[in-house]
């Protein structure tokens, strides 16, 4: 899934474009425990609330996770190790 059409790096955007998170903080301007206060009032808002259909899209996403975990343990990666049991297994 390509967040931003057209950009080279699809796979690594940059952690710093505020576009890519629901909530941004300067935490230096109001400090830490107000940040924590900040978090915890949004959270509870109807906006951040589960849905039916934002679970079903989260199994779905936690699927072709597990998915793709199964395939790496299958058959190697270059660059990952598989892990040494799965933890949904047990």
């Given amino acids: 899934m390509n967040a931003f059409p057209g950009k080279s790096c699809w796979r690594f955007p940059d952690t710093w474009d505020c576009r890519l998170y629901d909530l941004v903080i300067k ?5 830490i425990a107000d940040a924590v206060d900040l978090i915890c009032d949004t959270i509870r808002r109807p906006a951040f609330q589960t849905t039916p259909e934002s679970q079903r899209q989260i199994q779905q996403r ?22 040494r049991s799965f933890p949904w297994s047990r």
């Fill in 62 to 83: 936690w699927e072709e996770a597990r998915q793709k975990m199964e395939e790496i343990a299958k058959g190697g990666a270059p660059f990952l190790e598989p892990m």
């Fill in 27 to 31: 935490i230096d301007k109001i400090g």
